[in-house]
């Protein structure tokens, strides 16, 4: 479960999709140390348009506790069109309709609430477009 | 000259119908569909609240303006369900879309004309001068409590507008404000659900307070129903308005286009403002809104709006809210509406 400061520090990549380009070329959300292929260590700041499809997916049935009142939802890997893979829930759909392949777009929702009392958290999920 | 120059609105895609609630309590939906004129409303999904909608309202409207979202020095959130009952949720929307943190940001509460009351504040800012946009927005995730008449019509959307002296697409040309201590529906502090005074919602309250404001309005721009080709009030079901309307001399063809409550419900402080955005989607150069909110406890506010030629290079750069409305849907049927507002009981 995240804490406050952690969820805060994590707010431009959540929020805003500020990802990274690697001088390699490789775009990585959220952020990392190193690109992804070990080969290079500088990068610029891009933020992602938020454009992207469906690499995979699966239905989740039985989750963690935070995310219990969500069930069954949908997780997938997208891949941006400026290359970035990340894993989202996508909503707002029937499962019948997702899609090895099929166009989302990445929006803002809650994620999930730290209990009844604790914070809420924030950031993107994906739809069909 | 200030005004709108930038507006978007959002409506969640699940759907309840009026028939599905009046099955579950065993309700005339006849008589129900006659007396509210209400067919279905709009349900949040599970991850929507006001902050959710705001912020999806809000990317619409930045989109229309064409602005760089950090020249906004003001934004208000006006809503009965901010998330939080202490933390803001403006804070939250300046972040996501890349606002401040050189702003003023404040969540407004005024029933439902907080959103109306965000819009005033914002389009003050403008007109004295403190800054050069401003954004006021109205949006809700209503309640209303099981079996009450009020789950009929309380609804989820919201609508942003931003203000500002260059490239407007709707000048304001006149403002007014009405408003008196009226008991006719309240929330207190740790309650879930709001209470109302029945029929004392009407003539006392939503009345009142609409054609008291919208006569002065009139009076003090020296127009007549006639002159505008669209006006839109709170919409707490389909009579009030229409009936309010029809009271200051507007025609059901002026009425029509910002008629939301029909299909979406009453979004609260996002009623009027939503209707609003409806009817900035198909405005032409030059016609006039006229526009009166409601927020019980009570008070109106009350716009009149007249659109530039820049209106129509703007229209279809974000989607129009009647395409939402009609757009993709998903119906719940009572039991999941029931979860999806959290109207069960669950572990924590």
Known sequence: MAISPRYTREIPHRYRLEAQQFECGAVTLPNRYICPDNCCKKSKKITLKGKGKILTYTIIYIASDQYTRATPFAVAVIETEEGARLTAQVVDCNFDDLKIGAKVELIFRKIMEEGASGIINYGYKAILV | ?348
């Open chain 2, 1 to 348: 000259m200030v005004g709108i120059v930038g507006y978007g609105a959002y409506v969640p895609a699940f759907r309840i119908k009026a028939s599905t609630i009046a099955d579950q309590w065993g309700d005339d939906i006849v008589a129900i569909e006659r007396g509210l004129l209400m067919k279905e409303k709009t349900v949040p999904g599970k991850d929507e609240d006001t902050i959710t909608i705001s912020v999806a309202a809000a990317k619409n409207a930045v989109k229309r303006a064409g602005i760089d979202p950090q020249k906004i020095g003001a934004v208000y959130i006006g809503s009965e369900s901010h998330p939080y009952a202490v933390k803001p949720s403006g804070t939250v929307l300046v972040d996501a879309l890349g606002i401040g943190p050189n702003v003023h940001v404040a969540d407004f509460e005024f029933a439902c004309k907080a959103g109306s009351e965000a819009m005033f504040v914002a389009y003050s800012h403008v007109k004295s001068g403190n800054m050069d946009y401003a954004m006021g927005i109205g949006s809700d995730t209503s309640q209303g409590a099981p079996g009450d008449a009020l789950e009929y019509s309380a609804s989820a959307g919201g609508a942003a507008f931003i203000f500002g002296k260059d490239n407007v697409i709707a000048e304001v040309l006149h403002t007014y404000s009405y408003t008196s201590d009226t008991a006719d529906f309240w929330r207190r502090e740790y309650q879930h659900y709001p209470r109302h005074g029945g029929r004392f919602t009407g003539e006392p309250a939503y009345f009142k307070h609409i054609l008291g404001c919208g006569k002065t309005l009139l009076e003090k721009s020296k127009m007549k129903a006639s002159d505008f080709a669209y006006a839109v009030f709170h919409m707490p079901n389909g009579k009030f308005p229409l009936k309010a309307g029809e009271i200051l001399g507007f025609k059901k063809e002026q009425m029509e286009q910002g008629w939301l409550v029909n299909i979406m419900g009453n979004t609260y402080s996002g009623s009027s403002p939503t209707g609003l955005t409806a009817i900035l989607d198909v405005i032409k150069p030059g016609e006039k809104v006229f526009m009166v909110s409601f927020g019980s406890g009570a008070g109106s506010d009350g716009f009149i709006f007249k659109a530039t030629p820049r209106i129509t290079q703007v229209q279809n750069k974000a989607p129009k809210t009647r395409d939402m409305l009609n757009g993709k849907k998903i119906y719940l049927d009572y039991g999941k509406y029931a979860a999806f507002r959290r109207k069960i009981k669950f572990l924590e």
